[in-house]
C-alpha cells in the first residue's frame, strides 16, 4: 500500500521516503477503519524527514501529505473493504516492513 504513494515503486526509496510512506499508510489504513488521524504526530514525523532529507518530497506522487494520506485511504477500502484491524506498530527492521495489528 505504502509504495503506491510512491512515483517509482519498484526502486528503493530513500529511508526519509519509506518512512514516511509508512507512517502514511498506516494512517490513511487507520483512519479507514474509523480510527482519528494524530495530526500533531503526522506534522512531528515529516518535520524530522524533511531535516534530513528535505529532497524526500521527490520521490512521492504528491508533496502534500494530507492528499496522499486521502488517496491511500480509498486505496484501502477498494482492496481491503472488510479488513477492520488497527495497525497498532509500523517499522522497519533489517529492510522489512513490520506491522502489529489488533
Sequence with gaps: ?????????DKDPSSEAASA???????AWNVAVG????????KAAIRQFEE????FWDEFKSKKWQKTVLRLIA???EHY?????????????????????V
Design 1 to 9: 500500500m505504502a509504495q503506491t504513494a510512491l512515483i517509482n515503486p
Design 21 to 27: 510512506a509508512l507512517l502514511f499508510s498506516s494512517t
Design 35 to 42: 480510527q482519528k488521524m494524530d495530526i500533531a504526530l503526522c
Design 52 to 55: 534530513c532529507n528535505p529532497a
Design 75 to 77: 486505496y484501502k477500502k
Design 81 to 101: 473493504p472488510d479488513d477492520g484491524r488497527i495497525i497498532i506498530g509500523c517499522f522497519m527492521m533489517e529492510n522489512k516492513v513490520r506491522v502489529e495489528w
